[in-house]
């Protein structure tokens, strides 16, 4: 069933999936050459350990990006049509997991192809068998370490995903405002900011000297400082519908104009599908800095490091575009019920202006400052 899902899926739903195979094989090369390097170099299993541990980062904006094309695709599937074939909400749920898993175990296939391909198990050394001495060439896969590794990606997006939009259990039968739900400020904002000064302070506070190393021969990091900077990231990460929420407040005080009070209200209602998103953009913006830093100092990325470096930032903004998409797919009604009642298309476009200037404004600054305070002491 979902098999058919993906194939009868729009040219943008496909593109969505695409890029979600591509990115789950951008991952399972990683945890592939994780193993590798530990066929390769059986007398450093901590190297082998240290570079199975960095791919968490590969992994968790993947399954993130994952979850955000699965969430988009039942908003364009009919209701009507999906309940007269007696699927309701948890039918929706399991068929957009599955439909995820499908391709991201479609990716993970390709990684386990190109990863033998790299090797020579399937013919032939490419690039002079310069990757099948890293990737532990010459001696047999364990096949089951391989596939376990594989079905990370696949089984956590499925699982995520079906978790995200199975329906609530419902206590009482009146429903609740739609009004209050929809503009109700989010709960995770003082949790947000809480984390993220607990995570600079950490940062901060961190000793400088050798710790845990670096992916890519760029040193090594002191541990606080990495369990501040995780911290952080999911601080910023919470705070992100708040920030959304609030910006979207401000817009819509002080008697507002239809201008303001338009981009107000919808950025009080989308804060919770793009806030997130937006969080996890602003944390890996502010962790740019540091890695410039570690290259500018004189150690150059090795080709898996930028591999996991050009996923993280192409997954957390292919997650914001799909966000921003599904956004405006839910305006739709309203906006045709506006142009029914006489607003002009320049309104509606400076509405969408509107709301984009305030979040950049807002976004960029906080950014800065918290790159600006965070400091990852490498081992020099």
Request: proline fraction near 8%.
């Amino acid at each position: 069933m979902g098999l058919r899902v993906l194939r009868g899926a729009r040219f943008a739903a496909l593109a969505r999936w695409v890029l979600v195979a591509a990115a789950s094989a951008g991952t399972g090369m990683l945890l592939l050459a994780a193993l590798g390097w530990a066929l390769a170099h059986p007398h450093r299993p901590s190297d082998a350990a240290v570079r199975l541990v960095w791919c968490a980062v590969p992994v968790v904006v993947t399954v993130q990006f994952a979850v955000a094309a699965g969430r988009a695709v039942p908003g364009g599937w009919p209701r009507a049509g999906l309940a007269a074939v007696g699927l309701g909400r948890a039918g929706v749920a399991l068929l957009a997991a599955s439909a995820t898993a499908i391709a991201c175990a479609a990716g993970s296939a390709v990684a386990l192809l190109v990863f033998l391909h790299l090797r020579g198990d399937l013919g032939g050394l490419p690039f002079h068998g310069a990757a099948s001495d890293v990737l532990g060439g010459g001696g047999s896969v364990p096949l089951a370490g391989a596939l376990t590794l594989l079905a990370v990606v696949p089984v956590s997006a499925a699982v995520t995903g079906a978790a995200r939009l199975w329906p609530p259990r419902t206590v009482s039968t009146a429903p609740a405002p739609a009004e209050v739900s929809a503009t109700a400020p989010p709960k995770g904002l003082p949790w947000g900011v809480a984390l993220t000064a607990v995570g600079l302070a950490a940062e901060v506070a961190a000793p400088h000297g050798h710790g845990m190393p670096l992916p890519g021969g760029l040193g090594s990091i002191a541990p606080l400082a990495l369990g501040g900077w995780a911290v952080a990231t999911v601080g910023m990460v919470l705070a992100g519908p708040g920030v959304v929420h609030a910006c979207g407040r401000l817009l819509a005080a002080f008697r507002p104009g239809a201008l303001r009070l338009l981009a107000g209200r919808a950025l009080q209602e989308e804060s919770r599908a793009i806030g997130r998103p937006l969080g996890a953009l602003c944390a890996t913006a502010a962790a740019v800095p540091a890695v410039y830093d570690l290259h500018r100092g004189g150690r150059p990325f090795g080709p898996l490091t930028a591999l996991a470096a050009v996923l993280v930032v192409l997954c957390v903004l292919a997650t914001v575009g799909t966000a921003l998409l599904e956004a405006k797919r839910g305006r739709e009604p309203a906006n045709a019920a506006l142009r029914q009642f006489g607003a002009s298309p320049a309104l509606l476009r400076g509405a969408v202006a509107l709301r984009a200037g305030v979040v950049l404004a807002a976004a960029v600054p906080l950014t800065a400052l918290v790159a600006a305070l965070a400091t990852v002491p490498p081992g020099r």
